[in-house]
T-cell receptor, first 110, second 115 residues
Framework: RKEVEQDPGPFNVPEGATVAFNCTYSNSASQSFFWYRQDCRKEPKLLMSVYSSGNEDGRFTAQLNRASQYISLLIRDSKLSDSATYLCVVNNAGTYKYIFGTGTRLKVLA | DVKVTQSSRYLVKRTGEKVFLECVQDMDHENMFWYRQDPGLGLRLIYFSYDVKMKEKGDIPEGYSVSREKKERFSLILESASTNQTSMYLC??????????????FGDGTRLSIL
């Protein structure tokens, strides 16, 4: 089983729709969680950190469910510019290692 | 804003050459990392460094070495380039976190082709 798992998609949604992705992790000692956005042939860019039970930044909401060991990303009112791959990243307590999911691809359609 | 700068966006080298990839960050971050990213495999850690002159192997260090002589600079060296090292190379840095790990910030990436 992979340490961090994401549905690769693609998720094809119309503009204005709400879409949610999940990311599951296998190590219960995982302590820090992040969502990154990566455009085609570009570097990953930090979207948001998920340190507690959840946080919100504009149209984006991230949630952490420690009991079920997953984090989620909700995007409301999708824009064409939200089309990208979304990477889930997990860090285990006491290590320098960041574990990346392989990403979920989102396509927002006009 | 954090700025992580990689020396080249695109690089073409020949098999057997010694290749240097440079990375500089301007935010006084303690931690620096080198990854490669290949389709279907995601990001894989090659090496990381948590302090000047300190380095740790990642998941795929074979064929690579690193150098960190100054806090802001972390270099990746391909000792003798091979075609299977053709990839996108990403440098990242992060601040040392006491309670929780701090997020990484990435450079633009270097697309390296070995012919």
């Amino acid at each position: 089983r992979k340490e961090v798992e994401q549905d690769p998609g693609p998720f094809n949604v119309p503009e204005g729709a709400t879409v949610a992705f999940n990311c599951t992790y296998s190590n219960s000692a995982s302590q820090s969680f992040f969502w990154y956005r990566q455009d085609c042939r570009k570097e990953p860019k930090l979207l948001m950190s998920v340190y507690s039970s959840g946080n919100e930044d504009g149209r984006f909401t991230a949630q952490l469910n420690r009991a079920s060991q997953y984090i989620s990303l909700l995007i409301r009112d999708s824009k064409l510019s939200d089309s990208a791959t979304y990477l889930c990243v997990v860090n285990n307590a006491g290590t320098y290692k960041y574990i990346f999911g392989t990403g979920t691809r989102l396509k927002v359609l006009a | 804003d954090v700025k992580v700068t990689q020396s080249s966006r695109y690089l073409v080298k020949r098999t057997g050459e010694k290749v240097f990839l440079e990375c500089v960050q301007d935010m006084d971050h303690e931690n620096m990392f080198w990854y490669r990213q290949d389709p279907g495999l995601g990001l894989r850690l090659i090496y990381f460094s948590y302090d000047v002159k300190m380095k740790e192997k990642g998941d795929i260090p074979e064929g690579y070495s690193v150098s960190r002589e100054k806090k802001e600079r972390f270099s990746l060296i391909l000792e003798s380039a091979s075609t299977n090292q053709t990839s996108m190379y990403l440098c990242a840095s992060s601040l040392f976190g006491t309670a929780y790990t701090q997020p990484q910030h990435f450079g633009d990436g270097t697309r390296l082709s070995i012919l």
